[in-house]
T-cell receptor, first 115, second 111 residues
Framework: DTEVTQTPKHLVMGMTNKKSLKCEQH?????MYWYKQKAKKPPELMFV???????INESVPSRFSPECPNSSLLNLHLHALQPEDSALYLC??????????????FGEGSRLTVL | GQQVMQIPQYQHVQEGEDFTTYCNSS?????IQWYKQRPGGHPVFLIQ?????EVKKQKRLTFQFGEAKKNSSLHITATQTTDVGTYFC???????????FGKGITLSVRP
């Protein structure tokens, strides 16, 4: 079990579809993260939000569009994806007030398949 | 991002054997975290090391941060099948929120 909730758990979409992944946490954390993980690889950082502002974008293609509507929610909007974008998308949160320390709490992930 | 070496990528041990893995950096780190990901699961935080030479223990797991803060080790005493999974180190050098992961080592345990 985790205190970071991700929906949906599984998503299959075509290359012309528009879909969104959602992440929610109620731990009062002000830093939220999106990672992408391919099979047998480490999580790869995509975006970081700090106090609802985008603070890090790891040169992610624009077909991935993050959004942080409030301190508890993080979305990842998907449009015109490619089959190679199929992966596990992990959301994580962290208590921002700890500088560069503090653990990440991960959700269980959304497994995306692009056909 | 920060580059660290975690080798080997896979390790197979007999249940009851000890296991050690290392995370090596070419630059000095501010701190380092370790995570475990079970097959089909998500990464779960294990420990954070901040001070030079720091040693922390969690039951059969011992974590160490090198004196120069460039490497870290994870030692598991008397492995059990519940130790199966991939162990990632996640080093930090700067003051920002960025956290990237090493390639990980996948441990399998033969009962």
């Amino acid at each position: 079990d985790t205190e970071v909730t991700q929906t949906p758990k599984h998503l299959v979409m075509g290359m012309t579809n528009k879909k969104s992944l959602k992440c929610e946490q109620h731990m009062g954390h002000r830093a939220m993260y999106w990672y992408k993980q391919k099979a047998k690889k480490p999580p790869e950082l995509m975006f970081v939000y700090s106090y609802e502002k985008l603070s890090i974008n790891e040169s992610v293609p624009s077909r991935f569009s993050p959004e942080c509507p409030n301190s508890s929610l993080l979305n990842l909007h998907l449009h015109a994806l490619q089959p190679e974008d199929s992966a596990l998308y992990l959301c994580a949160s962290r208590h921002e007030g700890q500088g560069n320390t503090g653990e990440l709490f991960f959700g269980e992930g959304s497994r995306l398949t692009v056909l | 991002g920060q580059q660290v070496m975690q080798i080997p990528q896979y390790q197979h041990v007999q249940e009851g054997e000890d296991f050690t893995t290392y995370c090596n950096s070419s630059t000095t780190l501010s701190n380092i975290q370790w995570y475990k990901q079970r097959p089909g699961g998500h990464p779960v935080f294990l420990i954070q090391l901040v001070k030079s030479g720091e040693v922390k223990k969690q039951k059969r797991l011992t974590f160490q941060f090198g004196e120069a803060k460039k490497n870290s080790s994870l030692h598991i005493t008397a492995t059990q099948t519940t130790d199966v999974g991939t162990y990632f180190c996640a080093p930090r050098t700067g003051a920002n929120s960025k956290l990237t992961f090493g390639k990980g080592i996948t441990l399998s345990v033969r009962p």
